[in-house]
């Protein structure tokens, strides 16, 4: 019989070619780096210091000198736009990484104990139906407005959306005869739980994860425009573009430059997040 | 179907009381006195003692979690502090623009995202297809407040189309409102055609290569039959789920986008509530919206029944 290539039996891709092939994962990697790249280092790319004030040069154009302009203070926004991407882009990674803790907890507890089931599944359903802003203002005012203040109402607002998604695959993996076999052989449970199901669920949370983290710097900047957020003095896109606000039609590039940074770092994550679920799900793959 | 209906009416109540029950906890964790916080520090310890009087604050938590459970089944959400009024009264005073806002809104994002979707489904892998999909994934990054001051400069500032805020002074004409509507609702409108085009895209292409597609155009049917009446109809399923969820969340986007524009409705009292600690405000403003996003939810499933025959409880 003559050799017949299989494509099951051929070598599986590299990461690297699998990421290069999806177009918009390559695009979102890219972007996101370099935007993360700009804030990390803030301190030697920036001309001027963010905090600079020099009135005689206030509400000035962009030009050569200030890439961006200035603001009502004569601050560099060039400066101030890549320094406030640190924060931002802190607020929405911390805020993102607290949601998957809770809600990872949440989930693999609902999905794995039927008893803790109802309560949990409830809690989730009744979070959902609060509209993300709302819900994340009035946690603020609850608890006092500050940075950790809003990075914690944050975590909380988006964890229902992982708990959801580890809870229905947590209660299809535990079923699985892997997951049965472990448990006849006296594996301990929160061993079951971590090695045998959260691994499984590394796809999932990740794909929904880099959503998140989009969501909450949308909403970072919405809260801190509203002035719920962080204080005004702290420099974050959304700040910045509450104080442009006052200058409309006489300093549009107070807003238009921190707003395109936030449009821009919240599209290459939605790009990533797309992408990886392409690159992540294989139902989705045949598309390519 | 009627047990089905108990059930889901029961689910409802369910969640509700969780809802209630959260919103009741996530005013009482605040660090330190709600009635010191209210009052801020120029208050006395009388007026302190005396808004927690009236709040019901000195009594123990059960207590207080029993006597908010019977206001709210008495329809009384309690009485604004800075408004001094009932908080009821004061959200039904400002609920025109916000319904006015998220119909237009919703309205804008329709007309947009459902031909784009159904197109782009149609032509699949075209130029207008590729375009489609990029800009919807870039509508849906862009910060609806942000998109709401760039029209604002470019045509309220500059071009002078529109009023640059607010809602046209009391007893304005009908008229007058709208247009004070109409960049709130196009930004709103704008971001949230995002979502919905994506799910019609998605949700056409699931159908356009069914059998009863193709047997209707072997018949000899013209394509516009076939994609709106024979596709369409039955992709519409999870796009009506996506337009519903888009409505309960445009209150959440009306939250901002109010105050960018100066709109007094629901969004722009919450926020003059949050930054003026005035918690049954804030209370009341949570429980409303969220009932209205598990009945809005509640209605999608209903029409299901209404609109797909295939669907039987």
Known sequence: MAAVSSPALAAPPKLASLIVQRKTLLIGLIVLTVIALLAILAPLIAPYSPTRL???????????????????????????????????????????????GIGIALGLIAGFFRRADPVIARIVDAMMAFPDILLAISLVAALGPSLATVIVALGIVYAPRLARIVRASTLIIRELPYVEAARALGVATWRIMIRHILRNLVSPVLVQATFIFAYAMLAEAGLSFLGVGVSPEIPTWGTMIAAGRQYVGQADWMTLFPGIAIVLAVLSLQLLGDGLRDLLDPRLRKDL | MTRYLIQRIVGMIAVMFTVVTIVFVIVRVAPGDPAAVMLGPDATPADIAALRERLGLDRPLVVQYVYFLGQLLRGDLGQSIFLNMPVLSALAERAEPTFFLTVFSIFIASAVALPVGILAAYRRGSLFDQLATTLAMLAASIPSFWLGLILIQVFAVRLGWFPVSGYGGPGAPFLVRLTHLVLPALALGIVSSALITRFTRASMLDVLNDDYV???????????????????????????????????????????????????????????????????????????????????NFAIDMLYLAIDPRVRY
């Open chain 2, 214 to 296: 193709r047997t209707a155009r072997s018949k000899g049917m013209g394509e516009f039959r076939v994609v709106m009446k024979h596709a369409f109809k039955n992709a519409l399923i999870p796009v009506l789920t996506v337009i519903g969820l888009t409505m309960a969340l445009l209150v959440s986007g009306a939250v901002v986008t109010e105050t960018v524009f100066g709109l007094p409705g629901v969004g722009n009292l919450v926020v003059s509530a949050v930054l003026r600690r005035d918690y049954p405000v804030i209370q009341g403003a949570l429980l409303v919206i969220a009932a209205l996003y598990v009945l809005i």
């Open chain 1, 54 to 100: 020099s009135v005689v040069n206030r509400l000035k154009p962009p030009s050569e000198r200030w890439w961006f302009g200035t603001d009502e203070f004569g601050r560099d926004i060039f400066s101030r736009t890549i320094y406030a991407g640190r924060l931002s882009l802190l607020v929405g990674a911390v805020a993102t990484v607290l949601a998957a």
